[in-house]
């Protein structure tokens, strides 16, 4: 089993900056691609941003320039670094994490964080 630990959320004042972390714990599993999603109120889940095992990251059009994911894969960790925010960046925000076990494929969810931006 894989267990994900999020955090770093908050409230936060338009143009201000967050930083969320997501740790992932367990044994026997390699990550391959991790994710972050967000969810607004009364909208479905959707991607903000991804990266490889590579480093190779794509991101939502609305936060190109704004937000930078990377990973630490010494400790298995994925960062959502949030710049210039927006009340429209207000969503609960989820890691997501595809790893390889002796089993195969498997997608992990973290808890999710809160992010609300104040205008």
């Known amino acids: 089993q894989v267990h994900l630990v999020e955090s770093g959320g908050g409230l936060v004042q338009a143009g201000g900056s967050l930083r969320l972390s997501c740790a992932a714990s367990?044994?026997?599993?390699?990550?391959?691609?991790m994710y972050w999603y967000c969810q607004a109120p009364g909208k479905q889940r959707e991607l903000v941003a991804s990266?490889?095992?590579?480093?190779?990251?794509n991101y939502k059009d609305s936060v190109k320039g704004r937000f930078t994911i990377s990973r630490d894969n010494a400790k298995n960790t994925v960062y959502l670094q949030m710049r210039s925010l927006k009340p429209e960046d207000t969503a609960v925000y989820y890691c997501?994490?595809?790893?390889?076990?002796?089993?195969?494929?498997?997608?992990?969810w973290g808890q999710g964080t809160q992010v609300t931006v104040s205008s």
């Open positions: 997501n994490i595809k790893v390889f076990r002796s089993s195969g494929y498997s997608d992990y």
């Open positions: 367990g044994y026997g599993f390699s990550i391959i691609n």
């Open positions: 990266i490889t095992s590579g480093g190779i990251t």
